[in-house]
């Protein structure tokens, strides 16, 4: 672990940028916005899983005088959505792909007017087989029935039949994870505003900027400076408007273009639930090798993604979450086969997390059923296989000498008094009528995009001077990394600070407007503080170095200064102001006002993506969750009571939006592993509001035990890595080994409830 010394704003509990706003309900959300002379748009929607469209019908006793009408034909550009996979229309124009896939648009002057014409259009379609529950896809699959893929990818170390020769054991099980939805406070929603150049403003919740641009550019036929997107304040996303917003984007501005009106459109809960994308349902069989004193030999995973209709991010989720299927343990031979199916549902695409927490399910959940076959405490078997310095991981990228793993385990069953707990059994007594279980789940996530993908993005950011005057920002950040409730704002605000030596006041990051920011990437992927948070502490150093020498020739006759807490000094101790200094600077004529940095890899990063092979991450966050539950005999409800965490992200920005990352990540994760259930029936999903979607309140909320360790990213000023996402990545099967520690029976499937509980408990009396 490095020790760091405390300096400036990193490490500080700063408060949130955004906090009074919103506690004050004075933050403008894209529903509250008004345009003048807007309109309201509505979908127009198949009624069936699977067909052929053969035409829409209008009908004829509905008012149309005051309605716009927008069918694929309407479409000026490519009706497809530009994303990894060309496969998805904007409008479905010949075939229909799942219930309630879009095929027309409608936009009038009020709400109920625009829903009312969505209904008055009828589509005829001719229905077709479909495939819509995850149940059957699994079944094929084991089957070898014939099953439609969106797409594949494998990984391969060393050699697999070896590894499997020389064990001595072999153990094989298999693991589920359902749809799971991203429940973001604010539903999805787009402002679209047609200018006068021809060109259209969109306006909306989303946390892309730069995905939505091009989409819309190809879709309108466009040049991309007659196109501009910017984002409006964001209640919730993980994940969910990442690429979804483009196609409500999409929606609003066909409607706004061809009714010379602006055009809003602002999805209900039950549609928002309906029709947006989910978290990936998945099938994972693990088959590992070992011998009898726990080493691994060999590892073969079978790891099923269902897709839904179309690509959309699968190929990226399927290839974060095979590169994490057997993550931090040490194994020579390995073979990890990854598929995507197609079917006849709404597309799965991307959540908090991104394939990971399907993957640490699974294979969590497996190394404590390795544990068990070779006599060994799932802690003891653990630290004997976990990554050692040197060793190299399923893609050949090559373990640190000195990194996080391994510490945050210690620490965490230290923390946890794991080793004593866990002998504590109470399954067996009658004397209690509750049973306690402990059990740990050790994870990580890899920072930044995976492969070569920051290669390709190359993130652009600039800090920029500003006039200023009466308190106001002398900084602004121009990036489009978007502020979506994690603290985006206040931490890159303190980055820019602390790389300057000025007041956090003195910055200021307003929200991202294309035609304003370069592109610095998505905002997914625990990549925002690690790659944005470098980039703009490289351009804000570069500004540094400008104003000090400005202010050297300026004001110290060329001696050297230093610009330290918002004074520049020189070594014979005279002294300017900052903002002095910047208004001369700025009075100055051909004066660079904006420094701009580009993100780069580690030295020596190679990735090759046909065979996935080689760096797959620039870095990786290391957690370990203790999980302790109790289990009522007579009920069987299952009450997690206590979760100790202890995370390595790298150096910690701001303690405090941390903690509250890791909060939220594991009350998020406790829904994924106990409660949230998203049924299929007849093609759509059956938990389609807040009533029958169920969520963790705050009285299942266990106590909170979180610590960091600091193992810093080597390749930055900040020292950040990833954080986003590896909190929810652990905490299903830390309950998952807890429940099996209370009640001696393993459930393979999410959620955990206590019918899947009574099931298995039924079963071992059957079995005695």
């Known amino acids: 672990m490095v020790t760091v010394t405390r300096r400036g704003y990193i490490g500080l509990p700063v408060e949130r940028t955004d906090a009074i706003e919103k506690a004050q309900g004075k933050a403008q959300y894209v529903d509250d916005l008004r345009r003048p002379d807007m309109w309201y748009g509505a979908v127009v929607r198949s009624p069936v899983s699977h067909g052929f469209i053969e035409g829409l019908d209008r009908d004829p006793d509905f008012d149309w005088s005051r309605v716009v009408l927008v069918t694929p034909e309407d479409i000026p550009g490519r009706n497809v959505v530009e994303s990894l996979v060309h496969d998805m229309p904007f409008l479905a124009s010949q075939e229909v792909r799942y219930r309630g896939e879009p095929v027309a648009l409608v936009a009038a002057p009020t709400r109920e007017a625009a829903r009312a014409a969505a209904a008055a259009v009828k589509p005829r379609i001719r229905a077709a087989p479909s495939l819509t529950v995850p149940d059957d896809v699994v079944r094929i699959y084991k089957e070898g029935g014939e099953l439609e893929y969106l797409w594949r990818q494998d990984i391969r170390k060393g050699d697999i039949e070896r590894g499997f020769r020389e064990a001595e054991i072999v153990v094989e099980r298999e693991y589920r994870t359902g749809y799971a939805e991203q429940l973001y406070l604010e539903p999805q929603g787009m402002i679209a505003v047609p200018q006068e150049d021809g060109g259209v403003l969109i306006e909306g919740s989303m946390q892309c900027p730069y995905y939505v641009h091009p989409e819309l550019c190809a879709l309108l036929n466009l040049p991309p400076e007659k196109v501009r997107v910017r984002q409006t304040v964001v209640g919730g996303a ?98 990890i086969e990854g598929r995507v199916v197609r079917t006849h549902m709404p597309p799965s695409g991307a959540f908090r997390g991104f394939g990971a927490p399907q993957a640490f399910w699974a294979l969590e959940s497996h190394v404590d059923e390795l544990a068990e076959a070779c006599g060994m405490r799932p802690d003891e078997f653990r630290l004997r296989n976990a990554y050692r310095g040197g060793d190299t991981m399923a893609t050949g990228q090559k373990v640190p000498e000195e990194y996080g793993g391994p510490a945050v385990l210690r620490k965490a069953l230290e923390q946890s008094r794991f080793e004593a707990r866990f002998a504590h059994c109470s399954r ?267 969520v963790p309140g705050v009285l299942d909320i266990p106590e909170i035990r979180i610590t960091f360790l600091e193992f810093p990213y080597r390749y930055s000023g900040p020292g950040a890595k990833g954080l986003g996402e590896l909190p929810l990545n652990g905490v299903a099967p830390a309950i998952g080994n807890a429940l099996k520690h209370a009640v001696g029976r393993r459930i393979h499937d999410l959620p955990l409830t206590p019918e899947k509980l009574f099931r298995a408990i039924e079963e071992r009396l059957v079995e005695q």
């Open 428 to 694: 067996g007594s009658t004397l209690t009528d509750r049973w306690y279980g402990i059990g740990l789940a050790y994870f990580c996530h890899g920072a930044g995009f995976t492969g070569d993908g920051e290669a390709r993005i190359k993130a652009r950011a600039a800090v920029e001077l500003a006039g200023g005057g009466e308190g106001g920002p002398l900084v602004v950040i121009r990036a489009s990394s978007t502020e979506m409730g994690q603290g985006a704002q206040t931490v890159l605000r303190q980055i820019v600070a602390e790389a300057l030596g000025v007041p956090i006041e003195s910055v200021s990051y307003p929200l991202p407007d294309t035609a304003l920011v370069p592109d610095s990437g998505p905002t997914v992927a625990s990549r925002t503080t690690m790659v944005v948070g470098a980039v703009l502490y490289d351009a804000a150093v570069a500004m540094k170095k400008a104003l000090e020498g400005f202010v050297s020739q300026q004001f110290f006759d060329g001696a050297d200064c230093v610009l330290e807490e918002a004074v520049f000094r020189s070594g014979s101790g005279q002294a300017v102001d900052f903002e002095r200094a910047v208004q001369d600077y700025l009075r100055t004529a051909e004066r660079q006002q904006r420094f701009e940095a580009v993100f780069s890899l580690p030295p020596g990063s190679q990735w090759d993506q046909e065979n996935f092979r080689g760096d797959a991450y620039p870095d990786y966050s290391w957690a370990c969750y203790v999980a302790e539950v109790e289990v009522e005999r007579a009920t069987l409800a299952i009450r997690p009571i206590r979760v100790t965490a202890v995370l390595d992200i790298g150096r910690v920005v701001n303690p405090v939006l941390a903690e509250g990352q890791v909060e939220g990540g594991l009350v998020q994760g406790l829904g994924y592993a106990m409660m949230e259930k998203v049924g299929v029936r007849d093609g759509l999903f059956e938990a389609d509001r807040l009533q029958t979607y169920i």
């Open 238 to 335: 993980f994940g969910g408007k990442e690429d979804f917003p483009s196609l409500i984007a999409g929606y609003c501005a066909l409607l706004a273009l061809k009714s010379g009106r602006a055009v809003k459109m602002v999805f209900d809960r039950e549609e928002d639930i309906l029709f947006t994308t989910k978290r990936h349902p998945s099938w994972v069989r693990h088959r590992t090798g070992l011998t009898r004193d726990g080493r691994i030999t060999g590892w073969q995973v079978d790891f099923l993604l269902i897709g839904g209709a179309y690509a959309t991010l699968s190929p990226v989720v399927l290839a974060r979450g095979i590169i994490h299927a057997t993550i931090g343990y040490r194994c020579d031979n390995v073979l």
